[in-house]
């Protein structure tokens, strides 16, 4: 009875010796129209989580995922933010649209929360926060090439600009007219439509009256679409020019995308989950799965650095500019929290939508020259 009640006390003592787990938090659209990229995200955060668990944690400690829909929304990204900061939640993979990190990377740096987040809107690191990284290049990239390449293959013709009055939209159009102002060509029209929007029949009027030859669209793929139908039952052929938002099946299952370029980081596709995995990823979830898998490896990076679980200390860590190992390739950081220029990784490329040999209109496969 005395050995029995021994080693009782032995596996409580070891239970409590036991670490408590990291909670790593994830603000992301799990609904809303964003919700197939949000859902990417959350299925790459779950598969590192699970796999650096697997292999021991970091530092002997666990990972759990506390997971929250902020539905692209940034009242709702700041309800999470309180949520987090209420829990001791003390890092976030997350978020993911420029609005809602806009609003909510503030509150996490008063909360003492450190953020990973695959926004590219150029301001987010700007403001001097302590507390924010990304795993991709900024949008300023994404602007210079469409820019650049816009004014090389239309140089001296009249291009026309519009965007979706979203963060993202208006920080991509401005930067491509940053662009093509310092390679002394302006732009012929500046429109702008609204996210749902179905008839564009009086921005496309306006577009022909500019006599537009090529149109930048800084928005999603959805409204890309509509754009793209209402230009061509119009009789305006002008050939369109995106960012990485028309990375949608949306944009393919339409025959006037073809021809349509588009400025996009190098996608990396996580392998499926074994043995059973649920289903194959859309294009749109497999475009974030890999942030929010490498979001994941990042904070394992610092923390393992740090040696501390602290926050401030992870993202002194990470601002030393060590680099961590992810799945997109070792990530190393300025003091703002964007990455670090890396030759041997370009942050973006051009892809034009083609049709294939069995009547898809896809863009694997055919990157072009900036």
Known sequence: MIRFAVALALLAGAAQAQPAPIAIGLSAPLTGPDAAFGQGMRAGAEQAIAEINRTGGINGQRLALVVADDAGDAKQGLSVARRFASER???????LNAAVAGATIPAYADAGIVAV????????????????????????GQSTLAGAYLARQFAGRRIGLVHDKTTFGRGLVDGVGRALKAAGQGEAAFEALSRGDKDLSALVARLKRARVEAVYFAGLAAEAAVLLRAMREAGLDAPLVGSDGLLDKELSQIAVAEGTVMTLAPVLRLPEVKPNPAKPRIPEAELFAAQGFAAVEVLRGGIAGARSADARAVAAFLHGGAPVKTVLGPLAYDGRGDLKSDPRRPSYTLQVWRRTPDGRIDYAGNAIDP
């Open 117 to 140: 987040t695959a926004v590219a809107w150029a301001p987010l690191t700007a403001r001097g926060h302590w507390n924010v990284f990304r795993t991709c290049a900024n949008e300023a």
């Open 89 to 95: 939640v003390g890092f976030v993979v997350g978020p």
